[in-house]
């Protein structure tokens, strides 16, 4: 079964949701590491939220590698009312059973950006089997903070990588009892 890979970033502090402060940290060795683990996925998965961020922006995007891998992949985004989604291979699922199904196809991992209001369903469905967090070694003093206002979910550490630049990327497996 393929796995669906959550991945954010977050402040220090804790602070997630606001990726333009802290974006501003991200580097070529970032976004390398970033094109690489896109490779390993076939599929993308998005909330509506970050989906109509993503698709205001990378569509347009022409010779940056993330962008590339980004617009190569079949994008299936979280909606209930969105009809006719612009962005070219997207394809809208209204209901998380259809990620279960999308799950139990045979192909590589599914990521997505981001922990936000689907999540919440994503994690009592227990869909979600890695959670992967970009620390960034800035203190952004307020905002919405990780898991905030979603269901408790235990993790076990599986590996973290250090930057040159001090953001450490870690992953977590979701314990699924």
């Known amino acids: 079964m393929r796995k669906?890979?959550?991945?954010?970033?977050?402040?220090?502090?804790g602070v997630v949701g606001t990726p333009e402060r802290l974006l501003?940290?991200?580097?070529?060795?970032?976004?390398?590491?970033?094109?690489?683990?896109?490779?390993?996925?076939?599929?993308f998965f998005f909330g509506?939220?970050?989906?109509?961020v993503f698709a205001a922006r990378w569509p347009s995007v022409r010779n940056d590698a993330f962008a590339?891998?980004?617009?190569?992949?079949?994008?299936?985004?979280a909606?209930?009312?969105?009809?006719q989604p612009a962005w070219e291979g997207s394809i809208v699922l209204p209901d998380a059973a259809e990620?279960?199904?999308l799950k139990k196809q045979p192909g590589k991992d599914i990521m997505k950006y981001g922990l936000g209001e689907v999540d919440r369903a994503l994690i009592e469905?227990?869909?979600?089997?890695?959670?992967?967090?970009?620390?960034?070694?800035v203190v952004l003093g307020a905002g919405r903070h990780l898991?905030?206002?979603?269901?408790?979910?235990?993790?076990?550490?599986?590996?973290?990588?250090?930057?040159?630049?001090?953001?450490l990327r870690t992953s977590y497996e979701v314990v699924k009892e």
């Not at 469905?125 to 070694?137: N, T």
């Open 99 to 101: 990620l279960a199904a």
């Open 125 to 137: 469905r227990k869909l979600i089997d890695e959670l992967r967090i970009s620390v960034v070694p």
């Open 48 to 52: 509506r939220v970050t989906y109509d």
């Open 24 to 43: 501003s940290h991200w580097d070529e060795e970032n976004k390398a590491y970033a094109v690489e683990e896109l490779r390993g996925c076939d599929a």
């Open 4 to 13: 669906l890979i959550v991945s954010t970033l977050m402040s220090l502090d």
């Open 68 to 77: 590339d891998a980004l617009n190569a992949l079949p994008k299936y985004v």
């Open 147 to 167: 898991f905030e206002g979603l269901p408790s979910v235990a993790l076990r550490f599986a590996k973290v990588k250090t930057f040159t630049n001090g953001i």
């Open 79 to 83: 909606s209930r009312t969105l009809r």
